[in-house]
T-cell receptor
Framework: GESVGLHLPTLSVQEGDNSIINCAYS??????FIWYKQESGKGPQFIID?????DKRQGQRVTVLLNKTVKHLSLQIAATQPGDSAVYFC???????????FGRGTSLIVHP | DVKVTQSSRYLVKRTGEKVFLECVQD?????MFWYRQDPGLGLRLIYF???????EKGDIPEGYSVSREKKERFSLILESASTNQTSMYLC????????????FGPGTRLTVT
């Protein structure tokens, strides 16, 4: 079955550095991916998504890269700020499925 | 903005009690979901509902039931609470016609003693 995992449970960075959060997925039929951010005491919030027909998508200070060959995606955050401290989840959908599969989350800690 | 609200932020119940967790969304979304979130395990799907009066089991439905009598409200029921149901419970909704993005509530932290 589908499994989605993140490579590191915790990532610590200095304010102003760029952050890279990685995610691997197992189902080659996955065709859509979402990154969510969950701040302390809140529910997850959508950050950015990407479809499998793309290999890169950019938002405001965030970029998602998708490598279908190795079934890997990453979230890059430019000029990381203390407000970026949160748990980040990737989620994937296998084609036609109603239900996304979530990874276990990476905790990003930004040091001032 | 879509708003998903959950009836309680914190709840403490005793073993064996019947527990109701309520979720309401205000954007007429068809799909609604209940997840539990535990450290190291991420989000696990308990139940979901495609539309009113429709429900489907997720990955971990044992010990839970749900009710969706109205489109905006999706209730999670713990028939007889047990200590291993101590967790953070997250509700989400989605409009499948618009996007695949789910909108989450703030969560209910349930402690069963």
């Amino acid at each position: 079955g589908e499994s989605v995992g993140l490579h590191l449970p915790t990532l610590s960075v200095q304010e102003g550095d760029n952050s890279i959060i990685n995610c691997a997925y197992s189902n080659s039929a996955s065709d859509y991916f979402i990154w969510y951010k969950q701040e302390s005491g809140k529910g997850p919030q959508f950050i950015i998504d990407i479809r499998s027909n793309m290999d890169k998508r950019q938002g405001q200070r965030v970029t998602v890269l998708l490598n279908k060959t190795v079934k890997h995606l990453s979230l890059q955050i430019a000029a990381t700020q203390p407000g970026d401290s949160a748990v980040y989840f990737c989620a994937s959908r296998a084609g036609g499925s109603y239900i996304p599969t979530f990874g276990r989350g990476t905790s990003l800690i930004v040091h001032p | 903005d879509v708003k998903v609200t959950q009836s309680s932020r914190y709840l403490v119940k005793r073993t064996g009690e019947k527990v109701f967790l309520e979720c309401v969304q205000d954007m007429d979304h068809e799909n609604m979901f209940w997840y539990r979130q535990d450290p190291g395990l991420g989000l696990r799907l308990i139940y979901f509902s495609y539309d009113v009066k429709m429900k489907e089991k997720g990955d971990i439905p044992e010990g839970y039931s749900v009710s969706r009598e109205k489109k905006e409200r999706f209730s999670l029921i713990l028939e007889s609470a047990s200590t291993n149901q101590t967790s953070m419970y997250l509700c989400a909704s989605r409009d499948p016609g618009q996007s695949y993005e789910q909108y989450f509530g703030p969560g209910t932290r349930l402690t069963v003693t």
